[in-house]
């Protein structure tokens, strides 16, 4: 008899907690499933975004890969170009498409929509590598626009990955600074730095040598 009060009691025990938490509970499972279908939901339009996103930037590689890339074909690359950065603007695809826009803008001539695809990567991206890629090619931008100096400091956020194609171009800059000395330890950098890692590096030795010639001349 004892045996069952002991049973009764845990069971009344068992209904009052469950009246006075059961409504809560099946509150933090209803919320708890909500959760996991939210995080899935989330997931799966993430992986939607990125297929479209990847969908474009193929269209938008085999549109520029063409030999006769006509008015028309630039154009719709414009187009695209502002759909995967309007539309995907924080995926890897946006940084790749400001970066491929860049390169039309200077064969096009226009250096403006070139600078400002490559200051949207500076300042938008949350990856180094593509970061530091926009930074090297903007610093050539600076180079061949004659400033030299902006060149140099847009150089200084170049990471490591980067850092003899980051010294060729302070060399580069620091040759059109008249700063032969500095020129030459640059470039020599960059050779030493392509050769630790294995990367190709062209055109570095000949503007030593032709540095050598040009001081021969002096």
């Known amino acids: 008899m004892a045996e069952l009060r002991t049973e009764e009691e845990q069971l009344e025990a068992i209904k009052r907690w ?3 938490n ?3 509970l099946i509150a933090g499972v209803a919320i708890a499933a909500a959760g996991v279908f939210g995080w899935n939901t989330w997931q799966d339009y993430q992986a939607g975004e990125a297929e479209a996103a990847s ?3 193929q269209q938008l590689v085999d549109l520029t890969g063409r030999d006769d890339l006509n008015d028309d074909a630039r154009r719709r690359a414009g187009e695209l170009v502002t759909e995967i950065t309007d539309q995907h603007g924080q995926t890897l695809y946006a ?3 400001r970066l ?3 390169r039309l803008a200077i064969g096009a ?3 403006p929509r070139a600078r400002a695809a490559l200051e949207a ?3 938008g991206s949350e990856r180094d590598y593509l970061e530091g890629l926009a930074r090297l090619r903007l610093a050539r931008l600076q180079l061949a ?3 030299a100096e902006t060149a140099l400091t847009t150089l200084e956020g170049v990471p490591e990955t980067l850092a003899a194609q980051r010294a060729e171009t302070v060399g580069d800059a620091q040759h059109a600074l008249g700063r032969p000395d500095q020129a030459r330890e640059a470039w020599s950098e960059a050779l030493s730095l392509a050769e630790q890692h294995n990367q190709p590096l062209y055109g570095v030795q000949l503007k030593l040598d032709d540095l050598g010639t040009e001081e021969a001349t002096l």
């Open 18 to 20: 469950w009246k006075e």
């Open 22 to 24: 059961g409504t809560s």
């Open 55 to 57: 969908m474009r930037y």
């Open 95 to 97: 940084d790749l498409a």
């Open 100 to 102: 491929l826009d860049a």
């Open 109 to 111: 001539g226009d250096r």
């Open 121 to 123: 990567v500076i300042e």
């Open 145 to 147: 626009e004659g400033n």
